[in-house]
């Protein structure tokens, strides 16, 4: 079987219209939480979304990260769609997911477990329910995480 070109990448995607989502249907690595999707093509293995966004646009600049306006570009979605990206930094990209609550657990769920604690349950009580460990709840608990976070 012949080696992908960069175009290829573009077989694997499941293309809509311009404002929506383009899934990505050909494989995936990394972790279950951080799970990407990725394409091998010219002897190179990278996200699907870099090749896509090299066809179009041309090549990332060195510093430079994709960011995707609709936090889709992970497991399972895996956004190709280019609209839906643009060049940014790492800085930005994480001020992006603390921003839009994708990394970590979301506020609503740690204000729950604060009202929880404040009402007497125990952490091992809390974190059976919401399937986290005793010491992430201890770490909400004390403030060592999510400190940044008002009631």
Known sequence: MPANTPLDVFKYIEMKGP???WRWTGAWGG???ERRPYFMAVGRRTMSYRWVWEQVHGPIPEGKMILHSCDNGG???GCSNPQHMRLGEQLEN???M???QRHG???SVVKAIR???????????IADRYGLTRETVSAIATQRAYKHLEE
């Open 19 to 21: 404002e929506e989502c």
């Open 31 to 33: 972790r279950a939480r």
């Open 75 to 77: 497991w399972p979605v």
């Open 94 to 96: 994480s001020k992006d």
């Open 98 to 100: 603390t921003e839009r």
């Open 105 to 107: 657990l979301p506020h």
């Open 115 to 125: 009202r929880l604690l404040e009402r007497g349950e125990t952490q091992q009580v």
